[in-house]
């Protein structure tokens, strides 16, 4: 309960960390957390700025189950016109399958919104099923699978709420190196389950690079597709964030 409580206390502090590398039973007992930011200003022929930033928590009990949750904003302005403005929370649970630590079950909530993509509020909440498929020196390996409802209101008047049913089907990797430092890959395919033309991919690549007792550099890609976005939203976004970590 002190968690949750510490978590939602945060959020008017948090300011985007959307987590890459697969969260691990055992692998951080206890509370553990981290808090990251980045930030641009050009003055003269460029004016523009560009913020983001975010927070993560979560407890380990170190046996069966792990508890996580994260909050994150970016926002951008360029010779005074706004041009990013997101956000994005994100709780999840995951917990052995008859104790067997590597196939795991786990639920998770997740909310959202973008200016720029015509995204008032998505909410979205399901489960599934994660198997650590292998663990050697290349790396860790997870897959997932399940399911989950989404419901999406959009800022303008031409597009319609939608409630719909998706699959959610990923791979997660991590390789971690020496002082802590790693490379983390996720990749998500989130099919609309009575239309599969309606789909979502998503891409995230990240190398987090140890600096200084806590504190870690991090080089995040992201690559997404929506086949069905609000009208005229392009199907892709791509981005790319260098940020500063202090894990604690």
């Known amino acids: 309960m002190r968690f949750f409580l510490l978590l939602f206390t945060l ?35 460029t004016e523009a700025d560009a913020y983001s930033g975010g927070v993560k ?35 999840r649970y995951i917990h052995t399958f008859n104790d067997i630590k590597n196939i795991n079950w786990e639920i998770f909530a997740q909310s959202e919104t973008n200016q720029f993509t015509s995204i008032q ?9 994660r198997f650590h498929i ?10 997932g699978m399940g399911a989950f409802h989404e419901y999406i209101a959009y800022s303008t008047t031409v597009d319609k709420e939608e409630n719909n049913l998706r699959g959610n089907f990923y791979l997660a990797y991590k390789k971690a190196f020496s002082k802590d430092s790693s490379l983390s890959y996720v990749g998500y395919y989130q099919p609309k389950l009575n239309g599969l033309y309606d789909y979502l991919i998503s891409n995230g690549l990240e190398l987090q690079v140890f600096v200084y007792e806590k504190i870690y550099l991090s ?5 997404l597709v929506d086949t069905k976005p609000a009208i005229g939203i392009k199907q892709e976004d791509f981005s790319q964030v260098t940020s500063l970590v202090y894990k604690f």
């Not at 509020?121 to 099923?129: D, H, I, L």
């Not at 080089?219 to 690559?223: A, V, W």
């Open 11 to 45: 959020f008017s502090l948090s300011f985007g960390v959307v987590s890459i590398a697969p969260v691990e039973i055992g692998a951080k007992p206890g509370t553990s957390g981290q808090v990251n930011a980045s930030f641009q200003t050009q003055r003269g022929n």
């Open 57 to 91: 928590l979560q407890y380990d009990d170190n046996a069966s189950y792990v508890t996580w949750g994260e909050l994150s904003v970016n926002y951008a302005e360029a010779s005074g016109v706004k041009n990013t403005n997101a956000t994005y929370a994100h709780l």
């Open 121 to 129: 509020e998505r909410f979205v909440s399901g489960g599934g099923m």
């Open 134 to 143: 292998k663990d050697d020196e290349l790396g860790k390996l997870y897959l």
């Open 219 to 223: 080089l995040k890609l992201s690559y």
